[in-house]
């Protein structure tokens, strides 16, 4: 089986800081994509941000020039540095990972969330 489990949340002030933490363990080949997802109360979850496994990334447009993803493979875990926080950006934050095994498509998993408060 796969776990992604999800670290780092928080309650910080508008302008603050976070660096979010993403873990993939198990049985598996490779990752593909690991992607950051995030959804406010009441709200749709929403794209945040996505990086594949030659380091290309795209950022949801909410986002851009505040948030960076990195990756390192070795780890098998994702990085989400999340710069000048703002009361909106207050959502449950998830992680998505793109597993290969050999001779299968990818398989998308799911972690279980970090809650990220902003607020003063």
């Known amino acids: 089986q796969v776990q992604v489990v999800e670290s780092g949340g928080g309650l910080v002030q508008p302008g603050g800081s976070l660096r979010l933490s993403c873990a993939a363990s198990g049985n598996f080949f490779s990752i593909g994509t690991m992607a950051w997802y995030r959804q406010a109360s009441g709200n749709p979850r929403e794209f945040v941000a996505v990086?594949?496994?030659?380091?290309?990334?795209v950022y949801g447009d909410s986002v851009k020039g505040r948030f960076t993803i990195s990756r390192d493979s070795a780890k098998r875990t994702a990085y989400l540095q999340m710069n000048d926080l703002k009361p909106e950006d207050t959502a449950v934050y998830f992680c998505?990972?793109?597993?290969?095994?050999?001779?299968?498509?990818?398989?998308?998993?799911w972690g279980q969330g970090t809650q990220v408060t902003v607020s003063s």
């Open positions: 990086i594949n496994s030659g380091g290309v990334t």
């Open positions: 998505k990972v793109g597993v290969i095994r050999v001779g299968r498509p990818m398989s998308d998993y």
